[in-house]
């Protein structure tokens, strides 16, 4: 009794007290006990800035690029050329990236890996700057990793909130001006309840720091290709995770107008027996958006979560037939960086060529969000599948 009392009694105090609240009396004769006027802090003294970096890089026929890899994973990157996990070799490969001439015009973010934001090109230009050249926006993936998660069903939860406000702000001082937190959502395991909250609740947490920062917060719950479930139980799912990521978003203040969103497309499983065409991945994957995402946030930037780099194109360019509440568009890792890795090899003299690789990639996506993208002419490399069951980065 007492327990559920107590209960009763803490949802009561939080349902009357949301943000900033004042005491007011609006006429002491009509109404002689004072009035509580809810007043809720969005943004703070950044709101402006977080609506126009969200704007900018929602910008038409432009996208993200993500290298944010963590430097284990950038080490799988380079083991598959043949090249050793240092930072020497780290750092030449994404140099060669962000140095691509002309990436300004279908890039307008990267995601960079913190060692990356604080790094220099050979010449001694900073990263950072050199995207700022193109009009690229530099962002940076501020979320510690993937941990089990205790009491569930073998599912996981994402850690780096201690500190974050500290991190956030000097990664602000650094140049960056969106941030990256993501968390995933596996299928074959429950979802548990659980594990769908803990996600939902993490990344509205991360996104109010990070408002609170100057960062234009990308919110991304994955969820995984892994399985062998049908579109229709992705769509279920789907709906559900980000049911609960905006509920959880609404009660922490987050200023919509200044998020980006990086969802997983609404596809069946990796493993399931019947492939869906770019048009029934974009029917269920706008149908889910319509149902669960406010009009008020900027930008759809789709994760490609291991499809191929021509299929994650031709799904991204079917949902840009006809307009959308939002930007629709892309943040590509792998499907932007698979055949400009294979092409440059670790050799001087194959940069120029892996940049031209790049670049291909680049406007075929660019191509997609305006709805205007044909596969005609695309390299056999670009076709190749990267879904990797069980995939960590």
């Given at each position: 009794m007492a327990a559920s009392v107590l209960k009763a009694g803490v949802r009561l105090g939080s349902s009357q007290w949301t943000g900033q609240s004042?005491?007011?009396?609006?006429?002491?004769?009509?109404?002689?006990?004072?009035?509580?006027?809810?007043?809720?802090?969005?943004?703070?003294?950044?709101?402006?800035?977080?609506?126009?970096?969200?704007?900018?890089?929602?910008?038409?026929?432009?996208?993200?690029?993500?290298?944010?890899?963590?430097?284990?994973?950038?080490?799988?990157?380079?083991?598959?050329?043949?090249?050793?996990?240092?930072?020497?070799?780290?750092?030449?490969?994404?140099?060669?990236?962000?140095?691509?001439?002309?990436?300004?015009?279908?890039?307008?973010?990267?995601?960079?890996?913190?060692?990356?934001?604080?790094?220099?090109?050979?010449?001694?230009?900073?990263?950072?700057?050199?995207?700022?050249?193109?009009?690229?926006?530099?962002?940076?993936?501020?979320?510690?990793?993937?941990?089990?998660?205790?009491?569930?069903?073998?599912?996981?939860?994402?850690?780096?909130?201690?500190?974050?406000?500290?991190?956030?702000?000097?990664?602000?001082?650094?140049?960056?001006?969106?941030?990256?937190?993501?968390?995933?959502?596996?299928?074959?395991?429950?979802?548990?309840?659980?594990?769908?909250?803990?996600?939902?609740?993490?990344?509205?947490?991360?996104?109010?720091?990070?408002?609170?920062?100057?960062?234009?917060?990308?919110?991304?719950?994955?969820?995984?290709?892994?399985?062998?479930?049908?579109?229709?139980?992705?769509?279920?799912?789907?709906?559900?995770?980000?049911?609960?990521?905006?509920?959880?978003?609404?009660?922490?203040?987050?200023?919509?107008?200044?998020?980006?969103?990086?969802?997983?497309?609404?596809?069946?499983?990796?493993?399931?027996?019947?492939?869906?065409?770019?048009?029934?991945?974009?029917?269920?994957?706008?149908?889910?958006?319509?149902?669960?995402?406010?009009?008020?946030?900027?930008?759809?930037?789709?994760?490609?979560?291991?499809?191929?780099?021509?299929?994650?194109?031709?799904?991204?360019?079917?949902?840009?037939?006809?307009?959308?509440?939002?930007?629709?568009?892309?943040?590509?890792?792998?499907?932007?960086?698979?055949?400009?890795?294979?092409?440059?090899?670790?050799?001087?003299?194959?940069?120029?060529?892996?940049?031209?690789?790049?670049?291909?990639?680049?406007?075929?996506?660019?191509?997609?969000?305006?709805?205007?993208?044909?596969?005609e002419g695309e390299s056999e490399e670009s076709k190749k599948g990267m879904f990797v069951k069980g995939y960590t980065y």
């Amino acid at each position: 009794m007492a327990a559920s009392v107590l209960k009763a009694g803490v949802r009561l105090g939080s349902s009357q007290w949301t943000g900033q609240s004042l005491t007011q009396n609006i006429d002491s004769h009509k109404q002689p006990k004072a009035q509580r006027v809810s007043m809720p802090i969005r943004a703070g003294s950044y709101a402006e800035e977080l609506v126009q970096t969200a704007k900018t890089v929602a910008s038409p026929g432009r996208g993200i690029l993500a290298i944010d890899e963590s430097n284990a994973t950038c080490g799988k990157r380079l083991a598959s050329i043949g090249l050793e996990n240092n930072e020497t070799n780290r750092q030449a490969y994404r140099q060669l990236l962000l140095t691509t001439p002309g990436l300004g015009e279908y890039i307008s973010g990267s995601i960079l890996f913190e060692e990356t934001l604080y790094q220099s090109t050979t010449d001694g230009r900073k990263f950072v700057d050199c995207l700022r050249e193109q009009n690229i926006m530099p962002g940076i993936k501020v979320d510690k990793g993937l941990v089990p998660l205790p009491g569930s069903n073998n599912e996981s939860w994402c850690q780096g909130l201690d500190g974050l406000a500290s991190r956030s702000a000097e990664y602000y001082k650094q140049g960056a001006r969106f941030a990256k937190w993501r968390t995933v959502v596996s299928i074959p395991n429950g979802p548990s309840d659980l594990a769908v909250k803990e996600a939902a609740w993490g990344l509205a947490r991360y996104a109010a720091i990070s408002q609170d920062n100057g960062l234009v917060p990308i919110v991304e719950p994955e969820i995984l290709l892994d399985g062998d479930h049908s579109i229709d139980r992705t769509l279920e799912v789907a709906e559900k995770v980000w049911a609960e990521v905006f509920f959880y978003l609404a009660e922490n203040n987050v200023f919509f107008e200044g998020i980006l969103l990086k969802p997983s497309m609404v596809t069946p499983g990796a493993e399931h027996k019947e492939k869906a065409t770019p048009q029934q991945v974009a029917d269920y994957t706008l149908k889910m958006l319509k149902r669960r995402v406010p009009p008020a946030v900027p930008g759809i930037m789709f994760l490609s979560g291991g499809q191929y780099e021509v299929e994650a194109t031709l799904n991204l360019n079917a949902m840009n037939q006809s307009p959308n509440p939002w930007h629709v568009s892309f943040s590509y890792a792998r499907a932007l960086q698979n055949t400009s890795l294979k092409t440059w090899k670790g050799l001087p003299e194959n940069i120029e060529a892996a940049q031209r690789a790049l670049l291909i990639r680049a406007k075929a996506n660019s191509l997609a969000q305006l709805g205007r993208y044909s596969a005609e002419g695309e390299s056999e490399e670009s076709k190749k599948g990267m879904f990797v069951k069980g995939y960590t980065y």
